[in-house]
């Protein structure tokens, strides 16, 4: 059992930071130190090993017994293996952090203090976006909404993972954590049914760094994430009663969204005039019409100019 500190009389919650990886061992180090330099020092890390055969393990075994490490017998699915690494956990609250990223020494104090409103169940702040090349931006460049934020994040999903906070209970009184059946958008289906049910507390501090890699694969799954974007509508609708007549202007954003990436996805893999056949003027706004123009465009100037605006990648 590990001993809480005390301050002021009060007992300050157990933060349980949950780490993923998966032959990590390039970035790892840089992660775990972030926490151990935390100004809040009431919290476990649980980092669930993802079957790795690189240096993980021996990265991870060489800290001292505040870091728990866990190595699964097989490889599974990162909405799967953060589920295994929570169910490990013994905190008040939930924080995740990629093993990529790096938190800023205030994170968890200035987050911690979120969570004496009892109605906060989710606390997300500002991140600087980098790449190893130098090149960085800020996420978000004015104030962000706070209490009830589940039509927000309807609209448009801004969370980064790795600046989330969340309230065990808010967590336990779910079906499931991750689902499993999601492989791209598992952590927007999460937080958005925490949303639904809890008051989101912002911190407009940056306190997180977000790497942008090569080798992440998000953008090369274009045709996968417009699929689970329908399957998450599809979910909500089953989910809560009357959403349908209750989120309209959200579900007009969520189909957009779905014919955005819908779209990218048969540019990438020249299917130019397929896209220009399922294009109708429900679908005219400012990204898809970008996007019907540039279908007249041979394929290889179209992956030119979309890699060019892709600043961190």
Partial sequence: MIKRLILSKDTLPLVSVIINCYNSEAYLKDAVDSVYCQSYGNWEIILWDNASIDNTAAIAQSYDSRLKYFCGEKNVPLGMARNLAIQKSQGDLIAILDSDDVWFP???????????????????????YFNNKGKSFILYKKQMPEGDIFRNL????????????????????????????????????????????????????????????????????????????????????????????YYPQEIQKITQTIFYFSSVSKLLSGKSAILRQSFTFRDL?????????????????????????????
């Fill in 106 to 128: 205030d994170k968890l104090e200035k987050q911690v203090l979120h969570f004496k409103n009892p109605k906060v169940g989710l606390s997300y702040a500002n991140t600087v």
């Fill in 154 to 245: 309807l609209q448009f999903y801004f969370l980064c993972i790795s600046s989330v906070v969340v309230r065990k209970t808010a967590l336990d009184n779910l079906q499931e954590c991750f689902d499993n059946r999601f492989e791209m958008i598992e952590e927007m289906d999460l937080f958005c049914r925490v949303a639904h049910d809890w008051h989101c507390a912002y911190c407009a501090d940056v306190i997180t760094k977000y790497r942008v890699h090569g080798l992440s694969d998000t953008w090369k799954k274009f045709d996968k994430i417009a699929f689970e974007y329908q399957f998450f509508l599809e979910n909500c609708i089953n989910l809560y009663p009357c959403f349908e007549e």
């Fill in 285 to 313: 706004n400012k990204k898809s019409l970008i996007l019907y123009i540039m279908s007249f465009l041979p394929i290889n100037i179209f992956r030119y100019l979309y890699n060019k605006r892709k600043l961190l990648e």
